[in-house]
């Protein structure tokens, strides 16, 4: 692929008001790729704007905020869509047995329907053009699960099955499918997750309240940093292989933690695969 081609594949982007959104839009639009990056909030996408981006509004919550701005780049396109990088997501902290339905249906609405239903209406315009590349951020959560972490872990867990799937019955159509695995990387994560803490979990009434105690106290840290932390070009990196790859992989781990957490679900059982998650949570949380 040459840099004149890249500049006749538009790339659609959710969740770039900061960290890897950001990141990623910034680096393929220097790269010649025309990006169309999206935020839910409308002064983040006026900071796009400003910074010289075709940005547009978009709620993962809300099926015509989906369903418009999904219409407005295929207008402005001819409509034509390369690639969807489904970035957008946040991290719902709490034990599962404080979590409500609300809290678990506001998780799920972002991170796997929203993602879900702006796949849909992209793929109509893939199959026209015979090709596209659907990218899926999610993350070592998707694959191991770490305590105090369940609505993320199963959103993930959710939205993988559903790619791999997906990924199957798209095969031989030119539209390939990929998963980014990340683990920490460096972003507005904690405290967007610290946000939704607050808002969904009541810490004084849990039997685990001494260990929110903890939690709370990471989570407005913002200056901790976790080991073995990247930077989010580590996720650009990875995103640029499964865009101009010809054979694009089904997965791509980014940190050294999800290789390694990979290569322990495979050869441990799982009661030790338990001990050493239970240890990591708890090291998390000390």
């Known amino acids: 692929m040459t840099r004149n081609d890249r500049h006749e594949l538009p790339i659609l982007i959710t969740g770039c008001s900061s960290g890897i959104g950001r990141c990623v839009a910034e680096g393929l639009r220097n790269l010649g790729y025309p990006v169309y990056p999206t935020a839910r909030k409308r002064q983040d996408v006026e900071v796009l704007r400003a910074n010289g981006f075709e940005a547009m509004q978009l709620d993962l919550t809300n099926s015509a905020s989906i369903q418009g701005a999904v219409e407005a780049m295929l207008k402005r396109t001819g409509g034509r869509i390369y690639a969807l990088f489904n970035n957008g997501g946040f991290g719902q902290p709490g034990a599962v047995e404080d979590l409500t339905r609300g809290a678990l249906r506001e998780q799920f609405e972002v991170n796997f329907l929203g993602t879900h239903e702006l796949t849909c209406q992209v793929i109509p315009a893939m199959r026209r053009q015979g090709f596209g590349r659907i990218i899926q951020n999610s993350s070592v959560l998707g694959f191991i699960a770490l305590k105090y972490r369940g609505a993320y872990n199963a959103s993930k867990y959710a ?75 580590a996720v650009l990196k990875k995103v640029l292989h499964a865009l101009e790859s010809p054979h694009p992989r089904a997965r791509y781990y980014v940190t050294f933690p999800t290789y390694v957490f990979a290569l322990l679900k495979r050869i441990l059982p799982s009661g030790m695969l338990d001990t050493v998650l239970i240890r990591t949570s708890s090291l998390e949380n000390r």
């Open 159 to 233: 939205l993988e099955g559903l790619t791999d799937t997906l990924r199957l019955e798209l095969k031989d159509t030119g539209i390939h499918v990929s998963l980014i695995e990340p683990g920490s990387i460096e972003s507005r994560f904690r405290e967007n997750a610290y946000a939704a803490f607050k808002r969904n979990i009541d810490a004084e009434k849990s039997v685990h309240r001494a260990i929110y105690e903890s939690l709370e106290a990471r989570l407005r840290t913002s200056g901790a940093v976790v080991p073995f932390t990247l930077p989010a070009d």
